[in-house]
């Protein structure tokens, strides 16, 4: 057992029903701690080589031999449902997996606090959002919510320790950590490429929390206000873990087992007993397309700058019947995201605009809920579906970095993305992916995927030149030793 200050670091074993490779929240009093099952970069080595594998051991050595001792804690505002979720559970996996102390808390927050986050979150989108301010009284909601939380999370860190702290939910935390003595690192997830008056607004909300921190990182240099100092700032693209639930290989007959199950596909064969999911909660007109129909697919959360309902307008009123395609939107079951008010106001205002679609398009258009009781079940139909669709989609208005875009590359499928933030980065254009110029031409977006799903050889070339492209960028190994070049500058 490596044992840091006194604190197990090690995984614990699961409780029975819970995946081993899925992290769990314990409430030890505020705030949660996310539990995470130590992973061995070694299995890595069959899909980045021996090379790779050997430059991350030496970085993790140094990092060890650096902190001394001290700890990396890892602190947001969920363990489920998100991109910034799925992120740690792979990097403090292998972290932990290379001897390293890394840990993970959640603040607690309630409705009125995560209004005010998610207001920050569209304003740093560009967008007004509910077009409602922050004042006083929201400003008061939020430093009341971050004191109730201050105390324990300074409880566990000790003076040494790097903290990174993501996005704005636990953004006023960043001067009490430095008070206590840690080195505070701010990790912002969101952005867009030309500042407007929205992202004034949240960068002068948020100014006073994040500007002390000793070190800044964002997916891209745009996304950064130009007050936080340059000399401080690091550029870290999010990565995806190749051998994890949501990404990992499975044969055909697995995928038709779990879309059967899931009722997402109708079933063309027995279903797998050691793969059984639990049904999601779809909205559509008759039953689930046939194992032969080909899917256009987009996976998101239930967030209006996602754009569900112009991925649906433009696919029913560009897309012909004719290509025998059908659309399924599938995002998590709401409940199961505890950091996103809107998701199930976003929802029922995509099910209104679903209705009032033609018969003939609601026949070809699924809106899904995928259930989050099991998250391994959950990332399991999502692989599924990604893998089974003639076409993965994200029309997202913003995007700070596409986590289902890499998914989908790695899985070798053919990507239509919006220019936007950090999809622009991802895919090149016509090489490995197609992007749209402007996410709003419903006309364009139509005429793309109609054109992939008539050339089976097209889709085949932006999906082999996709992969390649997840590999050589955007895995675990790339990603953790951007982070070792982080702490060697923030520990210096």
């Not at 939380?149 to 430095?178: F, K, M, S, Y």
């Not at 994040?210 to 070190?215: I, L, N, R, T």
């Not at 106001?345 to 809920?369: P, T």
């Amino acid at each position: 057992m490596d044992v840091l200050e006194g604190r197990d670091v090690t995984a614990r074993e699961p409780p029975p029903g819970e995946p081993p490779s899925i992290c769990a929240v314990t409430d030890h009093g505020p705030p949660p701690t996310v539990h995470v099952q130590a992973l061995d970069p070694n299995r890595l080595a069959p899909v980045i080589g021996a090379d790779r594998i050997f430059a991350l051991y030496e970085a993790a050595a140094r990092t060890r031999e650096r902190l001394a001792g001290r700890r990396v804690i890892n602190v947001n505002s969920t363990a489920t449902g998100g991109g910034v979720a799925e992120l740690l559970t792979t990097l403090l996996g292998y972290a932990r997996g290379v001897g390293i102390g890394a840990d993970w808390l959640v603040i607690r927050g309630d409705p009125e606090f995560f209004a005010v986050t998610k207001r920050l979150h569209n304003w740093l989108h560009g967008s007004p959002g509910d077009g409602d301010a922050i004042g006083p009284r929201e400003q008061r909601t939020y430093e009341r919510v971050t004191e109730a939380n201050a105390e324990g999370v300074l409880a566990q860190v000790t003076a040494g320790d790097v903290v990174v702290v993501h996005d704005p939910q636990p953004a006023g935390l960043v001067p009490r950590l430095i008070e206590q003595g840690a080195r505070v690192v701010w990790r912002c997830h969101v952005g867009i490429d030309r500042p407007n008056e929205w992202t004034d607004r949240a960068w002068g909300f948020l100014r006073p929390y994040v500007e002390p921190a000793h070190a800044y990182v964002f997916s891209r240099g745009a996304f950064a206000p130009p007050f936080l100092a340059r000399d401080r700032l690091a550029i870290i693209a999010p990565s995806i873990d190749p051998l994890s639930p949501k990404n990992r290989e499975l044969s055909r007959s697995q995928v038709s087992s779990l879309l059967a199950s899931a009722d997402l596909v109708s079933r063309s064969g027995p279903v797998l007993g050691d793969l059984v999911a639990r049904p999601a909660d779809v909205v559509r007109e008759e039953g689930p397309p046939g194992p032969r129909v080909p899917l256009v697919v987009q996976v998101s959360r239930w967030d209006r700058l996602k754009d569900m309902g112009g991925v649906f307008e433009g696919f029913a009123e560009h897309v012909s019947r004719e290509t025998g395609a059908h659309l399924v939107l599938a995002g998590p079951a709401f409940s199961g995201v505890a950091d996103d008010p809107e998701a199930e106001a976003v929802w029922n205002e995509i099910v209104e605009r679903w209705h009032g679609l033609s018969r003939q398009d609601r026949e070809r258009v699924h809106l899904a809920l995928i259930p989050m009781e099991n998250a391994e079940e959950n990332a399991l139909v999502v692989n599924a579906l990604q893998r089974h669709a003639a076409v993965v989609v994200q029309k997202s208005l913003a995007e700070g970095f596409g986590l289902t875009v890499a998914e989908a590359m790695w899985k070798a499928r053919p990507v239509v993305g919006s220019a936007v933030g950090g999809i622009s980065d991802q895919l090149i254009d016509g090489t490995s992916g197609i992007l749209l110029r402007d996410p709003g031409d419903l006309a364009a977006f139509g005429r793309v995927v109609s054109g992939l799903l008539a050339d089976p050889h097209e889709r085949r070339r932006l999906g082999r030149n996709a992969h390649h492209r997840a590999a050589t960028y955007f895995l675990p190994d790339r990603h953790l030793l951007n982070y070792a070049h982080l702490l060697e500058w923030v520990l210096a």
